[in-house]
């Protein structure tokens, strides 16, 4: 008879897992052992962090959920910031705990600890499996609740002693979540404010692509000639250069706009908590926030209208409906060319930067080097402050799904996860992580990961020897810095080296060019090390508090 182990990974299975990332420890020895019935990859990493990470970034880049196994105690209290990120990212993540034994429970056996209650504010569920008999069902339950909207995490530990039991087998029967309809009258509302509108946004965030609506809202875009400005995920939604992509012209959008639809992403800092408009004289702006569930629209303001419901759903319906209520996309036009003449003109200031001869190197140039190496299904993960700030502005997305960060909960350690998810989920892929070297010192031990399992990554490390996003702003709030300072041109490119992959220091500009072209020539991990000035700040408008 089968082990609680295999009916768990076997169920695994059925939800379409095909990776189980973990760190070894015995509480989930049975586990591995159904993994390696089951032939199911296992994937082991050097921090527990990792794991969740690279689950969460499998999750985000194939729609399909993600697998992470800690052991008992601090295997799981180490993935806390991982789950946490998944989270506040909605990214449906099953974490499966080593737990101690149930007949030696209370007793103070190694790394005894009740861990659902620590994970249940940020998990859509955290149990303990009531036994071995139960093993299948529990998982199943897991599964399914983490992938129906609006998705995210779930923990799930088992008794050690329980996983060691026999299990009966058990029959997964995965469901698709049904499809939320969207409230016919909220719709036709929306639709009324686009019909009086002269100047409206729409804000295409991560749950577009993660509730599989990405042809849907470019369409719905196309057909009423609307300016987009994406967020998180929903970047390549309307692939760089597209006409209507407006993201160069955010501010002049968001501070004239009268109409902001924002959808699939929450009215956060990112998003100015809800508020546009006022800009030289202009009116505050209405806004319409839609969302995957009823339980994602903002309670923190009153916007002039909200809709909950599948996102495609969404779309199709608010077309229709823009089509009953007037709606004349030709309206909007002279607007439209407002904005694209503003994001051609930024373009254009920016191309001294981005080709910027400065010593020490201006960041910018790094991505004006990078923009000439990206292929068009190149996933691009960013993994820091300032650094990764340039990266957000200056590398736009060809394609959807194809950009990773850590999203609005803003943790650092994210890289290394995603890029082992990265490689895995898109094979043929260009993968490349940003690194700020603040970042750098969460993670990269994980090289060992990459090299181990083969998973050839490009890494451009940002290295100014500073924690830019801090020592700047105090700097300006004191005159003076304290606890910001990082040593300069540390041999992050060693440490990669030294673990089996390869890189390089580049501190002339003219040397990022082909120091990038021997990174992705190279077949290996690579880390392409380039000193940049600390003097630089990016020009940000806001800190997120």
Known sequence: MKHAGDAAVAVSKAYGVETMFTLSGGHVFPLYDGAVHEGMRILDVRHEQSAVFAAEATARLTRRPGLAVLTAGPGITNGVSGIATAHFNGSPVVVMGGRAPQSRWGSGALQEMDHPPLLAPITKLAFTSSGADAAGQDVETAFRTASAPHRGPVFLDFHMDHLFSPAPDYQAEPLTPSSLEPDPEAVAGIARLLAEAERPVLVLGSDVWMDRAEEAARDFAEAWRLPVIPNGQGRGILPAGHEQLVTRARGLAFGQADLVIVVGTPLDFRLGYGWFGG??????????????????????????ATAAGDLSLVFWSLGT????????????????????????????ADAELLAADTDPIHPMRIYGELNKVLADDAVVIGDGGDFVSYAGKYVEPRRPGNWLDPGPYGCLGTGLGY?????????????????????????????????????????????????????????????????????????????????????????????????????????????VNIATDPEVAYPRNTTGV
């Not at 009116?283 to 839609?290: F, M, T």
Request: some cysteine; proline content about 7%.
């Open 279 to 304: 800009k030289d004289g202009a009116p505050l702006a209405r806004v319409v926030h839609i969302t995957d569930a009823p339980s994602q629209l903002a309670t923190h303001m009153t916007p002039a």
């Open 321 to 348: 409906a823009c089509g009953e209520n007037g709606v004349k996309p030709d309206r909007y036009a002279p607007w439209l060319s407002t904005l694209a003449a503003a994001s051609a003109s930024a373009v254009e």
């Open 419 to 527: 890029s082992i998810a990265a490689r895995i989920a898109r094979p043929s892929s260009q993968v490349v992580l940003l690194l700020g070297d603040g970042a750098a010192g969460f993670s990269l031990m994980d090289v060992d990961t990459l090299v181990r399992h083969k998973l050839p990554v490009v890494m451009i490390c940002g290295n100014n020897g500073i924690w830019g996003l801090e020592k700047h702003p105090m700097q300006m709030l004191y005159g003076y810095d304290v606890a910001a300072e990082l040593q300069p041109q540390t041999r992050y490119d060693q440490v990669v080296t030294a673990l089996g992959g390869g890189g390089e220091l580049v501190t002339s500009p003219a040397e990022i060019g082909p120091a990038l072209r021997r990174a992705f020539d190279s077949g290996v991990p690579y880390l």
